[in-house]
């Protein structure tokens, strides 16, 4: 019996807004700057990557190349794009185990 198998597409499963937020916010966890423009570029499919591209001001082919997982774009495309997706970054201090005081008994 021969199993025929199709690649995972995420952009799929991007229906909501509370959907890409969820999504972005789990990939910003993870510290990875390819994983990040892979997530940018799915939530850009979901959301159609031509609207995008023509909202972020750039060309359609320049933002696949861009958002792939061997794209290395510019902070600046980056933001772009965030703001292209009508999402938004908040910054929360970080929790840093490594910080926390240690209680010395004298």
């Known amino acids: 019996m021969d199993v025929k ?9 991007l229906e909501t807004e509370e959907d ?3 999504y972005l916010d789990i990939t910003l966890q993870e510290d990875d700057p390819q994983l990040l ?3 940018l570029g799915n939530i850009a499919r979901a959301r159609g990557m ?3 591209a023509k909202r972020a001001g750039v060309s359609r082919e320049s933002l696949y190349r861009a958002l792939s997982a061997d794209g290395n774009p510019s ?9 292209a997706l009508g999402v ?6 970080a929790e840093d185990d490594s910080n926390t005081e ?3 008994a004298l």
């Open 37 to 39: 423009n892979v997530a």
């Open 88 to 93: 938004q970054l908040h910054a929360v201090p």
């Open 5 to 13: 198998l199709s690649r995972f597409d995420a952009s799929k499963y």
């Open 20 to 22: 890409i937020a969820a």
């Open 50 to 52: 031509t609207e995008i």
């Open 102 to 104: 240690t209680a010395i």
């Open 75 to 83: 902070a600046a495309t980056v933001l772009k794009v965030i703001k």
